[in-house]
Protein backbone atom coordinates (compact mmCIF):
# COMPACT_ATOMS: atom_id res chain seq x y z
CA UNK A 1 0.00 0.00 0.00
CA UNK A 2 1.74 3.51 -0.84
CA UNK A 3 1.87 6.34 1.13
CA UNK A 4 -1.36 8.17 1.98
CA UNK A 5 -2.95 11.07 0.60
CA UNK A 6 -3.55 14.14 2.21
CA UNK A 7 -6.70 16.16 1.81
CA UNK A 8 -7.05 20.17 3.39
CA UNK A 9 -10.76 21.40 3.32
CA UNK A 10 -11.32 24.88 4.54
CA UNK A 11 -14.55 25.31 6.24
CA UNK A 12 -14.33 21.55 7.19
CA UNK A 13 -16.38 21.04 10.73
CA UNK A 14 -19.65 21.52 9.78
CA UNK A 15 -22.36 21.67 6.93
CA UNK A 16 -20.63 20.40 3.38
CA UNK A 17 -17.52 21.12 4.51
CA UNK A 18 -18.02 18.46 7.30
CA UNK A 19 -19.29 15.80 4.93
CA UNK A 20 -16.69 16.06 2.64
CA UNK A 21 -13.75 15.98 5.19
CA UNK A 22 -15.48 12.39 5.92
CA UNK A 23 -16.15 11.56 2.54
CA UNK A 24 -12.52 12.04 2.10
CA UNK A 25 -11.74 9.90 5.10
CA UNK A 26 -13.47 6.94 4.10
CA UNK A 27 -11.80 7.12 0.55
CA UNK A 28 -8.59 6.69 2.83
CA UNK A 29 -6.81 10.25 2.89
CA UNK A 30 -6.03 11.63 5.91
CA UNK A 31 -7.57 14.98 6.45
CA UNK A 32 -6.60 18.74 7.44
CA UNK A 33 -9.45 20.83 7.99
CA UNK A 34 -9.89 24.92 8.62
CA UNK A 35 -12.53 26.41 10.82
CA UNK A 36 -13.00 29.87 12.40
CA UNK A 37 -14.52 29.48 15.79
CA UNK A 38 -16.42 26.57 17.18
CA UNK A 39 -13.73 24.66 19.17
CA UNK A 40 -16.32 22.25 20.22
CA UNK A 41 -17.60 21.29 16.58
CA UNK A 42 -13.88 20.88 15.38
CA UNK A 43 -12.76 19.05 17.94
CA UNK A 44 -16.01 16.62 17.23
CA UNK A 45 -15.44 16.13 13.63
CA UNK A 46 -11.63 15.73 14.44
CA UNK A 47 -13.08 12.20 16.36
CA UNK A 48 -15.68 11.52 13.68
CA UNK A 49 -12.48 11.37 11.29
CA UNK A 50 -10.01 9.41 13.24
CA UNK A 51 -12.52 6.88 13.78
CA UNK A 52 -12.46 6.08 9.96
CA UNK A 53 -8.72 4.71 11.29
CA UNK A 54 -7.05 8.31 8.95
CA UNK A 55 -5.34 10.98 10.73
CA UNK A 56 -7.33 14.30 11.30
CA UNK A 57 -5.84 18.06 12.56
CA UNK A 58 -8.43 20.78 13.08
CA UNK A 59 -6.65 24.27 12.54
CA UNK A 60 -8.59 27.52 13.50
CA UNK A 61 -7.45 29.81 10.48
CA UNK A 62 -9.15 32.68 9.01
CA UNK A 63 -8.45 31.72 5.26
CA UNK A 64 -9.24 35.29 4.32
CA UNK A 65 -6.05 36.21 5.46
CA UNK A 66 -2.90 36.11 3.12
CA UNK A 67 -0.94 35.24 6.85
CA UNK A 68 -3.01 33.15 8.08
CA UNK A 69 -3.72 31.14 5.41
CA UNK A 70 0.27 30.41 4.42
CA UNK A 71 0.36 29.06 8.41
CA UNK A 72 -2.48 27.10 7.61
CA UNK A 73 -0.43 25.40 4.42
CA UNK A 74 2.64 25.23 6.34
CA UNK A 75 0.70 23.12 9.47
CA UNK A 76 -0.68 20.91 7.19
CA UNK A 77 2.58 20.19 5.30
CA UNK A 78 4.21 19.52 9.03
CA UNK A 79 1.91 17.36 9.98
CA UNK A 80 1.20 15.04 7.14
CA UNK A 81 4.16 15.76 4.89
CA UNK A 82 2.46 16.61 1.58
CA UNK A 83 -1.15 18.26 0.37
CA UNK A 84 -2.73 16.47 -2.29
CA UNK A 85 -6.46 17.34 -2.76
CA UNK A 86 -7.11 20.94 -1.46
CA UNK A 87 -10.70 22.17 -1.03
CA UNK A 88 -11.51 25.42 -0.89
CA UNK A 89 -14.84 25.13 0.80
CA UNK A 90 -14.92 28.29 3.67
CA UNK A 91 -17.68 31.15 3.22
CA UNK A 92 -20.20 32.97 4.43
CA UNK A 93 -23.18 35.33 3.84
CA UNK A 94 -23.91 38.73 4.67
CA UNK A 95 -27.40 39.01 2.65
CA UNK A 96 -28.94 41.89 2.35
CA UNK A 97 -30.43 44.27 -0.38
CA UNK A 98 -27.99 46.06 -2.52
CA UNK A 99 -29.42 49.92 -1.66
CA UNK A 100 -29.15 48.62 2.61
CA UNK A 101 -26.28 46.55 1.70
CA UNK A 102 -23.13 48.15 4.19
CA UNK A 103 -19.54 48.65 2.31
CA UNK A 104 -17.88 45.94 5.52
CA UNK A 105 -21.30 43.35 4.12
CA UNK A 106 -19.70 43.68 1.11
CA UNK A 107 -16.11 43.28 1.42
CA UNK A 108 -15.89 40.78 4.28
CA UNK A 109 -17.67 38.44 2.13
CA UNK A 110 -15.43 38.88 -0.91
CA UNK A 111 -12.38 38.43 1.51
CA UNK A 112 -13.13 35.25 2.96
CA UNK A 113 -15.14 33.67 -0.26
CA UNK A 114 -13.26 34.65 -3.06
CA UNK A 115 -10.11 36.26 -1.88
CA UNK A 116 -9.71 33.11 0.81
CA UNK A 117 -9.55 31.18 -2.22
CA UNK A 118 -6.68 33.05 -4.30
CA UNK A 119 -4.73 32.51 -0.79
CA UNK A 120 -5.04 29.10 -0.17
CA UNK A 121 -4.31 28.16 -4.13
CA UNK A 122 -1.30 30.67 -4.45
CA UNK A 123 0.37 29.05 -1.19
CA UNK A 124 -0.84 24.90 -1.58
CA UNK A 125 0.39 25.31 -5.22
CA UNK A 126 3.53 26.19 -4.02
CA UNK A 127 3.69 22.44 -2.42
CA UNK A 128 1.77 20.98 -5.58
CA UNK A 129 4.51 22.32 -8.03
CA UNK A 130 7.38 20.35 -6.25
CA UNK A 131 5.11 17.47 -5.89
CA UNK A 132 4.22 17.91 -9.73
CA UNK A 133 0.65 16.80 -8.78
CA UNK A 134 -2.32 18.49 -6.62
CA UNK A 135 -6.46 18.36 -6.79
CA UNK A 136 -7.77 21.60 -6.19
CA UNK A 137 -11.64 21.84 -6.20
CA UNK A 138 -13.11 24.96 -5.53
CA UNK A 139 -16.82 25.08 -3.39
CA UNK A 140 -18.33 27.89 -5.66
CA UNK A 141 -22.18 28.03 -5.75
CA UNK A 142 -24.88 28.13 -8.71
CA UNK A 143 -26.02 32.02 -7.24
CA UNK A 144 -22.71 32.99 -8.88
CA UNK A 145 -24.20 31.53 -12.63
CA UNK A 146 -27.89 33.13 -11.47
CA UNK A 147 -27.45 35.63 -9.05
CA UNK A 148 -30.18 36.43 -6.63
CA UNK A 149 -31.92 39.13 -4.79
CA UNK A 150 -30.09 40.02 -1.10
CA UNK A 151 -27.00 38.11 -2.17
CA UNK A 152 -25.21 40.52 -4.62
CA UNK A 153 -21.97 40.28 -2.66
CA UNK A 154 -22.40 36.52 -2.28
CA UNK A 155 -23.04 36.36 -6.14
CA UNK A 156 -19.91 38.45 -7.22
CA UNK A 157 -17.44 36.37 -4.53
CA UNK A 158 -18.98 33.21 -6.15
CA UNK A 159 -18.35 34.01 -9.74
CA UNK A 160 -15.24 34.87 -8.78
CA UNK A 161 -14.22 31.74 -7.97
CA UNK A 162 -15.30 30.77 -11.83
CA UNK A 163 -12.89 32.96 -13.15
CA UNK A 164 -9.61 31.93 -10.30
CA UNK A 165 -10.73 28.16 -11.05
CA UNK A 166 -10.46 28.45 -15.10
CA UNK A 167 -7.68 30.59 -14.82
CA UNK A 168 -5.46 28.67 -11.86
CA UNK A 169 -6.43 25.32 -14.26
CA UNK A 170 -4.48 27.16 -17.04
CA UNK A 171 -1.42 27.92 -15.04
CA UNK A 172 -1.00 24.79 -13.55
CA UNK A 173 -2.21 22.28 -15.65
CA UNK A 174 1.91 21.79 -17.29
CA UNK A 175 2.67 21.43 -13.43
CA UNK A 176 0.59 18.16 -13.22
CA UNK A 177 -2.04 20.17 -10.98
CA UNK A 178 -5.88 20.05 -11.68
CA UNK A 179 -8.31 22.90 -10.38
CA UNK A 180 -12.01 22.67 -10.91
CA UNK A 181 -15.07 24.08 -9.58
CA UNK A 182 -18.49 22.85 -7.70
CA UNK A 183 -21.11 25.13 -7.84
CA UNK A 184 -24.02 23.56 -5.67
CA UNK A 185 -27.71 24.34 -5.59
CA UNK A 186 -30.02 24.32 -2.88
CA UNK A 187 -28.42 21.66 -0.22
CA UNK A 188 -30.14 20.61 3.17
CA UNK A 189 -27.38 22.34 5.68
CA UNK A 190 -28.02 24.34 9.21
CA UNK A 191 -27.74 27.22 6.78
CA UNK A 192 -31.42 26.42 4.75
CA UNK A 193 -33.10 24.26 7.30
CA UNK A 194 -33.93 27.54 9.10
CA UNK A 195 -35.68 28.57 5.87
CA UNK A 196 -39.55 28.90 6.03
CA UNK A 197 -41.58 26.21 4.87
CA UNK A 198 -43.57 28.46 2.02
CA UNK A 199 -39.36 29.48 0.99
CA UNK A 200 -38.37 25.76 0.48
CA UNK A 201 -41.54 24.59 -1.07
CA UNK A 202 -41.25 27.94 -3.69
CA UNK A 203 -37.33 26.39 -4.60
CA UNK A 204 -39.04 23.16 -4.93
CA UNK A 205 -41.12 24.20 -7.70
CA UNK A 206 -37.93 25.22 -9.74
CA UNK A 207 -35.55 21.92 -9.43
CA UNK A 208 -36.30 19.87 -12.14
CA UNK A 209 -35.50 16.91 -10.46
CA UNK A 210 -37.98 18.08 -7.56
CA UNK A 211 -35.69 17.48 -4.26
CA UNK A 212 -33.21 19.38 -2.14
CA UNK A 213 -29.80 18.29 -2.47
CA UNK A 214 -27.78 16.74 0.31
CA UNK A 215 -23.90 17.36 1.23
CA UNK A 216 -22.99 13.91 0.26
CA UNK A 217 -24.27 15.52 -3.19
CA UNK A 218 -21.65 17.54 -3.38
CA UNK A 219 -19.37 15.81 -1.28
CA UNK A 220 -19.32 12.78 -4.09
CA UNK A 221 -18.32 14.73 -6.70
CA UNK A 222 -15.48 16.33 -4.82
CA UNK A 223 -14.49 12.60 -3.67
CA UNK A 224 -14.24 11.86 -7.80
CA UNK A 225 -12.39 14.77 -8.39
CA UNK A 226 -9.94 14.17 -5.99
CA UNK A 227 -9.44 11.01 -7.37
CA UNK A 228 -7.13 9.77 -10.09
CA UNK A 229 -10.04 8.66 -12.51
CA UNK A 230 -10.82 12.56 -12.91
CA UNK A 231 -7.26 13.45 -14.02
CA UNK A 232 -8.16 14.69 -17.61
CA UNK A 233 -10.82 16.74 -16.31
CA UNK A 234 -9.50 20.77 -15.31
CA UNK A 235 -10.92 24.16 -15.58
CA UNK A 236 -14.48 22.53 -15.33
CA UNK A 237 -17.75 24.00 -13.26
CA UNK A 238 -20.08 21.38 -12.17
CA UNK A 239 -23.36 22.19 -10.77
CA UNK A 240 -24.84 19.68 -8.56
CA UNK A 241 -28.31 21.48 -8.32
CA UNK A 242 -31.12 19.01 -9.36
CA UNK A 243 -31.03 21.10 -12.65
CA UNK A 244 -31.92 24.35 -10.97
CA UNK A 245 -29.50 26.45 -12.76
CA UNK A 246 -30.16 25.07 -16.28
CA UNK A 247 -31.68 27.96 -17.39
CA UNK A 248 -28.70 30.21 -16.50
CA UNK A 249 -26.59 28.72 -18.43
Not at 51 to 58: P, S
Not at 61 to 83: P, Q, R, W, Y
Request: hydrophobic share 40%; with cysteine; charged share 25%.
Amino acid sequence: MGKRKTALITGGSRGIGREIALYLAQKGMNIVFSYLSNDEAAQKTVEEIEEKGVKALAVKADVGSFEESEKLINKTVEAMGSIDVLVNNAGIIRDNLMLRMKEEEFDEVIRINLKGVFNCIKHASKIMIKQKSGKIINISSIIGLMGNIGQTNYAASKAGIFGITKSAAKELALRGITVNAIAPGFIETEMTSSLSDKHKEAILKAIPLGRIGSSKDVASIVGFLSSEEAGYITGQIICVDGGLAMGSL
